[in-house]
T-cell receptor, first 116, second 113 residues
Framework: DTGVSQDPRHKITKRGQNVTFRCDPI?????LYWYRQTLGQGPEFLTY????????KSRLLSDRFSAERPKGSFSTLEIQRTEQGDSAMYLC??????????????FGPGTRLLVL | AQSVTQPDIHITVSEGASLELRCNYS??????LFWYVQSPGQGLQLLLK??????LVQGIKGFEAEFKRSQSSFNLRKPSVHWSDAAEYFC???????????FGAGTTVTVRA
């Protein structure tokens, strides 16, 4: 299966700790997105990469959130000094480079974060 | 700014009955429209999408959706539901060269035997 993969699938941490999540997009997809989904809501856009360039990050929830995609392949999302309000599902998606389908986003299974 | 409304929070349907999920959007440009399905604890799976052309689109798992520009709607339908269709369904809107999708709050579908 060559879908989007995310690691870990579940993370439990204590308030104040840092956490990092990894996303591996579908092979040769050049666009990568991060979303956050809280209980009972639809996903909320956080940030977007085209290749290694982070083209939109104003929607990151605070300066405690950062994302990287250093070689244009996998990406990481880091949350520093976690708070209980950060508890959510963090979803990664990717989309292909060819123009006819570049707006179609394919999602991974998500990382569920619980901050105690 | 774009927005998506899914008026029904929860729908219960009998197995074998038809299903229709409503989606209304607000978007200044020509919208690209999507339906995704999410099983508990899982990511989102793309059911179907509309970019242009025929306003009735077919998707996976026997689902279809119809784009009605005059009503700003993109409702999802299935003629006969299966117990495995129990899940949460999300409508989303995007546009050409717009990097983000805006999602509705979702509709939870319960299928009773």
């Amino acid at each position: 299966d060559t879908g989007v993969s995310q690691d870990p699938r579940h993370k439990i941490t204590k308030r104040g700790q840092n956490v990092t999540f990894r996303c591996d997009p579908i092979s040769e997809h050049n666009r990568l997105y991060w979303y956050r989904q809280t209980l009972g809501q639809g996903p909320e856009f956080l940030t977007y990469f085209q290749n290694e360039a982070q083209l939109e990050k104003s929607r990151l929830l605070s300066d405690r959130f950062s994302a990287e995609r250093p070689k244009g392949s996998f990406s990481t999302l880091e949350i520093q000094r976690t708070e209980q309000g950060d508890s959510a599902m963090y979803l990664c998606a990717s989309s292909p480079r060819h123009e006819a389908d570049q707006e179609t986003q394919y999602f991974g299974p998500g990382t569920r974060l619980l901050v105690l | 700014a774009q927005s998506v409304t899914q008026p029904d929070i929860h729908i219960t349907v009998s197995e074998g009955a038809s299903l229709e999920l409503r989606c209304n959007y607000s978007y200044g440009a020509t919208p690209y429209l999507f339906w995704y399905v999410q099983s508990p604890g899982q990511g989102l799976q793309l059911l179907l999408k509309y970019f242009s052309g025929d306003t009735l689109v077919q998707g996976i798992k026997g689902f279809e959706a119809e784009f009605k520009r005059s009503q700003s709607s993109f409702n999802l339908r299935k003629p006969s539901v299966h117990w495995s269709d129990a899940a949460e369904y999300f409508c989303a809107v995007g546009a050409y060269n717009d990097y983000k999708l805006s999602f509705g709050a979702g509709t939870t579908v319960t299928v009773r035997a």
